[in-house]
């Protein structure tokens, strides 16, 4: 645990010390890779690192930091967007930690509620707190929300009185009275023309200012032509406001929708960014390491990535995409994704505005990725160059290039699960990871589980230049007897990884075949490789195997339950995120689950708790 501790730490510091001094987001990540926490900064580097400092003293931060395993960014160009892809990720990904610090805060949106045939329109912090309805934002002020909602209000009139005084007013306001509301509560206007005016107050919203221009002025000169002037001056009003409120738009929305992505290579290593644009908001992006060749031109790899991601991995395909190299078969790759996706898109490199910042912004990304990649692979090269010193003698003269290790999890015997994770010297190849369920044995014993998992996989895949079992000489010696009974005994050095004096971690002792054990000092980045290595083996194992437990048992507990069907216990288990989650609920939290009447929570509640 506490080599484990030291590692993570390590990794930490090598990736802060490496964040730029620019505003953006950040995203702390859990050991499963799960997003725990969003935050924004206006220097990166500066935020991040203030969690690590030694005079934090809150308890809910502490907790977080002893939960943060990675940490992503995505630059932006100023703070103010910072904070808005902020609330849009944590809209998105709903991070736990953001509903225990952030001090109840939310941002403001702009809502149209769904009351019939006279919706509201009103604003607040949060979506849970109101009705249902299209909420817009969110916005970046308290200050901008209201004068876009006051500017409306001028513009469309839709009310923005609450339901109890609509319902009962028996006479027109003073909203009314200055030209501010048409009075729906007593019948002053009819739904028809009251929905035209939602309507016309969604498409502001939404950023469609030129469109609802358009269709003003055409109402305008129609109603002129029917010699009713005085709708004609309400529409060349709305026109005239429409028109001044443009260029202060405070919503933070451009028309349209991309996947803008950017390609860096450097020191054999590429990277690409794929930011995402939806409905004129950035929702953030994504970095990938491709595993092409770096030889290559860059526009030939970046035409190989578009096309297995868009034909292997994303069902998302945006009316554009926005990239910084043209592809040598653009017109192919174009007709290629219209075909596919049946829906026309368009591939864009030279681009102006708004659309030519965001392409910055990915290009920003795709460098600082890379650079952040770099610094992680010469520390890996490092460790390995370090272990294959150590290892010369026993290599004989090979090459150490792949390294596969297993480990065994289970409790008490319980769903068995084995795991085999793999490294190069790119780092961890998280692709090749492979998980193994282990049946047909006696409960507990790991000897006959590492046996099962060995001859399974090296039954049909070649060796590794290394291969790490996680245990002393008794699971090096299985390994020793599958390997043999394979024919395959001499293709692979063969190490087990065993905890040194009281199972201290930094004093792992590494167990040969045919030679004397080694133990490596504490501070060797041989040491430091194996164990990652290890660990790592660990948490993929265990990760998989209380998912299988749990599983197991809140299946088989709720089973029991006369009267509580398959859809019934889903619907208990999504709600609460998990048997554990359940049995700290009270009778009453139960009851209140789609589908789980006051009768079924007693019941549910009395077999939970005996």
Not at 77 to 105: F, G
Not at 367 to 396: C, H, I, M, P, W
Not at 420 to 442: E, F, M, N, P, S
Not at 565 to 577: I, T
Request: proline share 3%; with cysteine.
């Amino acid at each position: 645990m506490a080599a484990a501790t030291a590692d993570r730490k390590a990794r930490l510091d090598h990736l802060i010390k490496r964040l730029p001094n620019l505003p953006g987001v950040y995203k702390m990540l859990g050991k499963n890779g799960d997003i725990i926490y969003v935050g924004k900064a206006k220097s990166l580097k500066s935020r991040v690192n203030s969690y690590f400092a030694k005079t934090i003293d809150h308890p809910k931060t502490r907790a977080l930091v002893q939960r943060i395993d990675n940490i992503e960014t995505i630059i932006t160009r100023s703070e103010t967007e910072a904070l808005l892809l902020e609330q849009n990720l944590i809209k998105l990904h709903r991070p736990p930690y953001n509903v225990l610090l952030r001090d109840d805060k939310s941002y403001l949106y702009v809502f149209i509620s769904a009351d019939k045939p006279y919706p509201r329109l009103a604003y607040g912090r949060g979506k849970g707190q109101h009705q249902k309805g299209r909420f817009f934002g969110p916005f970046p002020s308290a200050h901008a929300a209201k004068q876009t909602l006051l500017m409306m209000q001028k513009m469309f009139m839709v009310r923005q009185c609450t339901n109890t005084f609509f319902a009962q007013r028996q006479r027109p306001c003073l909203e009314y009275q200055i030209k501010r509301c048409k009075a729906p509560c007593v019948g002053l206007v009819s739904p028809e023309e009251y929905a035209d005016d939602v309507n016309n107050t969604i498409r502001f919203l939404k950023g469609e200012g030129t469109d609802l221009q358009v269709k003003l002025v055409g109402k305008m000169e129609q109603a002129a032509e029917d010699m009713n002037f005085e709708q004609a001056a309400l529409y060349r009003d709305q026109l005239s406001m429409l028109r001044e409120v443009q260029a202060k738009q405070a919503v933070y929305t451009v028309k349209g929708e991309a996947d803008i992505i950017a390609i860096a290579s450097q020191a054999g290593i590429t990277c690409v960014h794929v930011m995402n644009v939806r409905n004129g908001q950035v929702l953030g992006g994504n970095n990938y390491f491709p595993d092409v060749d770096s030889e290559n031109d860059i526009a030939d790899n970046l035409s190989e990535f578009v096309s297995s991601f868009y034909f292997q991995v994303s069902d998302d395909l945006p009316e554009e995409l926005i990239i910084n190299h043209e592809l040598p078969d653009q017109t192919a790759m174009t007709e290629a994704l219209t075909e596919t996706f049946g829906k026309k898109v368009t591939l864009k490199t030279k681009v102006r505005e708004q659309r030519s910042e965001w392409l910055t912004l990915a290009q920003m990304n795709a460098n600082n990725a890379l650079q952040t990649k770099l610094g992680d692979y010469l520390e890996v090269k490092s460790r390995f160059n370090a272990l294959n010193e150590v290892l010369k003698e026993a290599l004989q003269g090979k090459s150490l290039d792949r390294i596969e290790c297993f480990d065994i999890s289970h409790t008490m015997g319980e769903a068995t699960i084995a795991s085999c994770v793999v490294a190069d010297q790119g780092g961890l190849r998280k692709r090749d990871y492979r998980q193994y369920a282990i049946h047909g044995i006696t409960g507990g014993d790991d000897y006959a589980a590492m046996k099962q998992v060995l001859n399974r996989r090296y039954s049909k895949q070649p060796l590794p230049d290394l291969l790490l079992i996680d245990g002393g000489k008794g699971q090096l010696n299985m390994a020793k007897d599958v390997l043999s009974e394979l024919g395959i005994l001499t293709q692979t050095l063969l190490v087990g990884v065993a905890k040194g004096e009281g199972r201290k971690a930094g004093l792992e002792v590494l167990h040969f075949i045919d030679r004397e054990p080694l133990d490596l000092p504490a501070d060797s980045k041989a040491l430091h490789l194996i164990m990652h290595i290890r660990d790592e083996a660990h948490r993929f194992a265990i990760t998989a195997h209380r998912k299988k437990r749990d599983k197991r048992r809140s299946s088989s507990v709720l089973e029991a339950i006369p009267g509580l069907g398959e859809k019934r216990r889903r619907e208990l288990l999504n709600h609460f995120g998990g048997l554990q989650q359940l049995l700290g609920a009270s009778q009453d939290e139960i009851g209140q689950v789609n589908g789980i009447g006051k009768v079924m929570a007693n019941t549910i509640y009395k077999v939970l708790h005996g």
